[in-house]
């Protein structure tokens, strides 16, 4: 069933306390203002939310300074967008204009300024020219540049009440949507068929879109997690497995799942039975004070029954919000300490026989009690259609 219309955006209030917790970290850290130039970080701070950011032709400039509202520099296309948002003081250009794309507004706005934050770490990028950056830089030559990449990843790791409501709708959607696919998935269906019929699915549930849809299907299991479909018929022995990230309102889920089309073999049923226990693994270690490590290695443990690789995909689920995938990760290298209302997804995996693998997906919240799942949990044992 369809659910009812969510509200878009959010109370003022609810962007007035990211700005000032923000601030307050600001002052701690001795910033006078931080500029963010990306999607995910401008929706944060202004909810300002729209498909133009898919074209790379205009940069879009929000500055937060030490105190007060954030400040959008942005080109004129976005400006009547911008003042439905909580954003006061809106300037303006006339984009896309390659000779001075908002360098003389950004340079005016930053010259009273002595130390600005940026962010400069993982999973960032500098969402303008580099030659209109290093313009920039050498016309402010007495302002310090900071790394401001901690601060506001870790100002969007702990979701507010309001966000975690949100991204329960969205991972409810999700859950009825793959709860759907048994209707069309059978022997002899093209799988890329099968494709467009999920992400029709995921609409008429309620989805905004579903802008990340991979999976496979093959004889026992899958090669890959990522790849796009062909119109190879599902067959009697295949594994099928869909995963996808859909969005409402700015906000993703991100989990999957398995089936065997018409039966299972033994070992791809003990695979999913391993991946089934390490999510419960991981379910129990998603408690405050606990790491990103102590979550990788408890569904490590678990994976080590089977394959003791030692974790060769990387990491084994990361953060979820505004982006598919957000910081931290699950992995030996993060040290990240678990907080609460924490947003994650428990992605173990594990590879088999001849060049196989299995990944099991879900979406959770942090808890003092453990991990509180916000996609529907996928069956104990492997379903088969």
Request: aromatic content about 8%; hydrophobic content about 45%.
């Amino acid at each position: 069933m369809t659910q009812a219309p969510a509200l878009r955006g959010f109370p003022e209030a609810e962007y007035a306390a990211r700005t000032q917790l923000a601030q307050s970290r600001m002052a701690e850290a001795g910033l006078d203002a931080i500029l963010v130039m990306s999607e995910p970080e401008v929706q944060y701070f202004t909810g300002f939310q729209t498909l133009f950011w898919q074209s790379p032709t205009r940069p879009w400039f929000v500055l937060i300074p030490a105190s007060g509202k954030p400040i959008a520099l942005i080109p004129e296309i976005g400006a009547s967008l911008m003042r439905r948002s909580w954003i006061d003081d809106i300037r303006t250009w006339s984009a896309p204009a390659p000779q001075d794309d908002g360098i003389s507004l950004l340079t005016e706005a930053l010259s009273p300024l002595r130390n600005l934050g940026v962010m400069k770490g993982h999973e960032t990028h500098l969402r303008m020219p580099l030659g209109d950056w290093e313009r920039l830089m050498a016309a402010l030559p007495d302002l310090h540049i900071h790394d401001a990449t901690h601060l506001v990843q870790g100002l969007r790791m702990v979701k507010s009440a309001a966000e975690i409501d949100k991204l329960a709708r969205i991972c409810a959607i999700g859950s009825a949507t793959f709860a759907a696919v048994p209707d069309y998935a059978r022997e002899g269906v093209p799988l890329d068929d099968v494709f467009r019929a999920f992400r029709r699915e995921a609409l008429a549930q309620g989805a905004d879109g579903a802008p990340y849809v991979v999976g496979a299907s093959a004889q026992g299991g899958y090669a890959d997690v990522i790849s796009p479909p062909d119109a190879t018929p599902l067959a009697a022995g295949d594994i099928l497995m869909l995963d996808s990230g859909m969005v409402l309102d700015g906000y993703y889920c991100d989990f999957d799942r398995n089936w065997a089309i018409g039966r299972a073999d033994d070992t791809a049923r003990r695979a999913y039975d391993v991946l089934w226990r390490a999510t419960e693994a991981g379910l129990a270690a998603a408690r405050p004070g606990n790491s990103c490590r102590d979550l990788f290695q408890a569904m490590s443990t678990v994976i080590a029954e089977m394959d003791d690789s030692g974790g060769d995909i990387g990491r084994l689920g990361h953060g979820l919000g505004l982006q598919l995938t957000e910081q931290p990760s699950h992995a030996a290298f993060d040290t990240t300490e678990l907080q609460e209302n924490m947003v994650l997804t428990l992605e173990p995996s594990l590879s088999y026989g001849d060049g196989l693998m299995m990944v099991h997906e879900e979406n959770i919240v942090v808890t003092p009690q453990g991990g509180r799942l916000l996609s529907t949990r996928a069956p104990a044992e492997l379903p088969v259609i």
